[in-house]
C-alpha cells in the first residue's frame, strides 16, 4: 500500500495562487493514479482533477474551468496540484488520493492523505 501526506495550504486572498504538494512512501507511486479532492465544511466531497500513473492522462472537473493544474514526478514520488485565480469558495479541506484505476468517484480510491486546508479570504 503506499502512505500520502499533503503539504502546501495555507491562507491566501482571493486572486492568489497555492500549491499543494502530496507526497507518497511506501508501494512504488507510478503504481497508482491520483487524484484530489476538496470538502467543505457540511459539504460533499468535491472530485477536482485526477492524473494516470505515468502522467500522460488528466481529467478535470467542469467547474474549475482551467483555475488548477495537476501534475506529478514519479522521480520525486510527488503529485501536485496548481491553483491560480482563488476564489473564497475554494476554501476547504483538500486530500490527494490513489488507487491503481483512474477515475474521478472518490469511493473508488483506496489511499487517502490527511488532507490540508486552503482558507481564501475576500
Known amino acids: 500500500q503506499v502512505q500520502l501526506v499533503e503539504s502546501g495550504g495555507g491562507l491566501v486572498q482571493a486572486g492568489g495562487s497555492l500549491r499543494l504538494s502530496c507526497a507518497a512512501s511506501?508501494?512504488?507511486?507510478?503504481?497508482?493514479?491520483i487524484g484530489w479532492f476538496r470538502q467543505a465544511p457540511g459539504e460533499v466531497r468535491d472530485f477536482l482533477a485526477v492524473i494516470s500513473r505515468s502522467g500522460d492522462r488528466t481529467y478535470y472537473a467542469d467547474f474549475l474551468k482551467g483555475r488548477f493544474t495537476i501534475s506529478r514526478d514519479n522521480a520525486k514520488n510527488t503529485a501536485y496540484l496548481q491553483m491560480n485565480s482563488l476564489k473564497p469558495e475554494d476554501t476547504a479541506v483538500y486530500y490527494c488520493?490513489?488507487?491503481?484505476?483512474?477515475?474521478?468517484?472518490?469511493?473508488?480510491?483506496?489511499?487517502w492523505g490527511q488532507g490540508t486546508q486552503v482558507t481564501v479570504s475576500s
Open positions: 488520493a490513489a488507487d491503481d484505476q483512474y477515475g474521478s468517484n472518490w469511493y473508488m480510491y483506496d489511499f
Open positions: 511506501g508501494r512504488t507511486f507510478s503504481s497508482y493514479s
